[in-house]
């Protein structure tokens, strides 16, 4: 089976992460999408995130509502901070009829030289590239990563839904309803 690796802090996912997710899934280029929900991501600086269970079960509570899309808990059991390229290793060493591409937004290609072994994960992997508006994805790519056409994009982030639950705003439609209500009953994100 053909597997796109989504991962993310899904802190909280939202309804751009929801619809990444069941387009790609539907394209043709992967057969799965597991959304990789990560424990901390190396480069992301500032508060921690909502507890792993969580975060973890909004993406299930997602992924049970789009068809070839999971949620998955693999980099629970990995060593903290959560390095990519050594996620799909063990990724390719637990699931060996698998393949694994990882899938990005433009955003990250640019910054992809910051990431540990950005070449090893090009070239042992591949990448899908999603396009993020202001992030143009230029240039002939290499070998193994392809852009995807058509993909609907929102520009959301999960900073701005913890600030509209934060300010008590209402966040139908930021986030898919199973997650707002997931939200409001374990009462996340309000400081």
């Given at each position: 089976?053909?597997?796109?690796?989504?991962?993310?802090?899904?802190?909280?996912?939202?309804?751009?992460?929801?619809?990444?997710?069941?387009y790609i899934a539907q394209t043709g280029e992967v057969d799965e999408v597991w959304l990789?929900?990560?424990?901390?991501?190396?480069?992301?600086?500032?508060?921690?995130?909502?507890?792993?269970?969580?975060?973890?079960?909004?993406?299930?509570?997602?992924?049970?509502?789009?068809?070839?899309?999971?949620?998955?808990?693999f980099e629970f059991s990995l060593p903290i901070p959560s390095y990519t390229y050594t996620?799909?290793?063990?990724?390719?060493?637990?699931?060996?009829?698998?393949?694994?591409?990882?899938?990005?937004?433009?955003?990250?290609?640019?910054?992809?030289?910051?990431?540990?072994?950005?070449?090893?994960?090009?070239?042992?992997?591949?990448l899908l590239i999603y396009p993020r508006p202001g992030y143009p994805a230029e240039g002939?790519?290499?070998?193994?990563?392809?852009?995807?056409?058509?993909?609907?994009?929102?520009?959301?982030?999960?900073?701005?839904?913890?600030?509209?639950?934060?300010?008590?705003?209402?966040?139908?439609?930021?986030?898919?309803?199973?997650?707002?209500?997931?939200?409001?009953?374990?009462?996340?994100?309000?400081?």
């Amino acid at each position: 089976m053909r597997i796109g690796i989504y991962g993310g802090s899904f802190d909280p996912i939202h309804t751009g992460h929801a619809m990444l997710a069941n387009y790609i899934a539907q394209t043709g280029e992967v057969d799965e999408v597991w959304l990789m929900v990560s424990p901390l991501n190396p480069l992301k600086k500032g508060t921690l995130p909502a507890p792993d269970l969580h975060r973890l079960a909004m993406a299930r509570e997602v992924a049970e509502q789009c068809r070839g899309v999971k949620a998955s808990d693999f980099e629970f059991s990995l060593p903290i901070p959560s390095y990519t390229y050594t996620t799909l290793c063990r990724l390719r060493e637990a699931y060996p009829g698998d393949s694994f591409r990882l899938i990005i937004g433009s955003d990250n290609w640019q910054e992809i030289s910051r990431w540990r072994d950005p070449d090893k994960i090009i070239r042992e992997f591949g990448l899908l590239i999603y396009p993020r508006p202001g992030y143009p994805a230029e240039g002939p790519l290499p070998k193994g990563v392809t852009l995807l056409e058509g993909v609907p994009t929102i520009d959301m982030s999960s900073t701005f839904v913890r600030e509209m639950v934060r300010e008590g705003k209402n966040i139908n439609y930021f986030v898919p309803l199973c997650v707002s209500d997931y939200i409001h009953t374990h009462g996340l994100y309000k400081r």
